[in-house]
């Protein structure tokens, strides 16, 4: 079975640093993209960060532009997701995933982990 699992994420003040990181297991897929995504309380999944499976391209919401930064290690099957500057608005589970589409559309993304909690507060 295809596992995705996220970790890395915690409580932080305003500011701070955290990376996250996706460990991808368990499967053989044809796939273009590993997105970031998160979701607040009462708020809908929204993208992240993507990076394509064909040359590494990165792509960023423009909310995160300029504080995340999106890396990959193909040998160890593991996607990160390093977060500086980060703000309360950054409060959210944050899910990676493996799309068909290199974009931030979560429609587009077909396996999913369980999230990990990122709380950004003082």
């Known amino acids: 079975q295809v596992q995705l699992v996220e970790s890395g994420g915690g409580l932080v003040q305003p500011g701070g640093s955290l990376r996250l990181s996706c460990a991808a297991s368990?499967?053989?897929?044809?796939?273009?993209?590993i997105g970031w995504f998160r979701q607040a309380p009462g708020k809908e999944r929204e993208g992240v960060s993507c990076?394509?499976?064909?040359?590494?391209?990165?792509y960023y919401a423009d909310s995160v532009k300029g504080r995340f930064t999106i890396s990959r290690d193909n040998a160890k099957n593991t996607v990160y997701l390093q977060m500086n500057s980060l703000k309360p608005e950054d409060t959210a589970v944050y899910y990676c995933a493996i799309g068909r589409a290199y974009g931030l559309d979560p429609y587009e993304f077909d396996y999913w982990g369980q999230g990990t909690q990122v709380t950004v507060s003082s």
């Open positions: 990076i394509s499976s064909a040359d590494g391209s990165t």
């Open positions: 368990g499967f053989t897929l044809d796939y273009y993209a």
